[in-house]
């Protein structure tokens, strides 16, 4: 019997603990012609958003103008038994707000640069993604016994 997915689902604080410890997410976005482009960045989780700093002339960008919606990937895990990850779902917007890219700024120096400051640069802009759905999933959440894949993986 498979195992539902409400069971494998992380919490809003294991969301947050995901995010806090992986550097990169996959951000996906489809060009006007419909064809995919996928690429890593780092980013930054504040207050239920997730902010990317990003080249102003760039495939990605033009993407979002032209009003593609974006899938974005977060996940990691060395073995089987350790996958976790989340898929969130929206549309990229240009933080247009000073306070709002400040704050971005501080949240991604902090993450990724030990505290330094990320300076504004005019090839560069802030990508905000309010999610309008997530998907989640943690295999160490499966019950004991209930994944063959686990069980050949373990020597079970």
């Known amino acids: ?7 494998l689902r ?18 996906a976005t489809v060009s006007p012609d419909g064809e995919p482009h996928v690429v890593p960045l ?17 495939r990605r960008a033009s993407d979002v103008e032209h009003g ?11 073995t089987y038994a350790d996958l976790h990850g989340v898929v969130l779902y929206g549309r990229l917007e ?3 707000d000073a306070g709002e890219r400040k704050q971005a700024a501080k949240a991604f120096g902090d993450k ?8 504004e640069r005019r090839s560069h ?7 309008d759905r997530t ?17 050949t993986s373990e020597g079970s």
Request: net charge neutral.
């Open 135 to 151: 998907v989640s999933w943690d295999f160490k959440k499966i019950p004991a016994g209930r994944d063959r894949q686990r069980q």
């Open 10 to 27: 992380l919490t809003p604080d294991e969301l947050d603990e995901v995010f806090a410890r992986e550097k990169t997410a996959h951000v």
């Open 112 to 119: 990724h640069w030990n505290g330094m400051e990320v300076p």
């Open 42 to 58: 780092w980013f930054a989780w504040l207050d239920g958003a997730m902010y990317f700093t990003s080249l102003r002339r760039s």
């Open 68 to 78: 593609s919606r974006v899938s974005v990937c977060v996940d990691g895990g060395e």
């Open 125 to 131: 802009t802030w990508l905000v993604l309010r999610p």
């Open 1 to 7: 019997m498979p195992i539902p997915r409400s069971q």
């Open 94 to 96: 240009e933080v247009t």
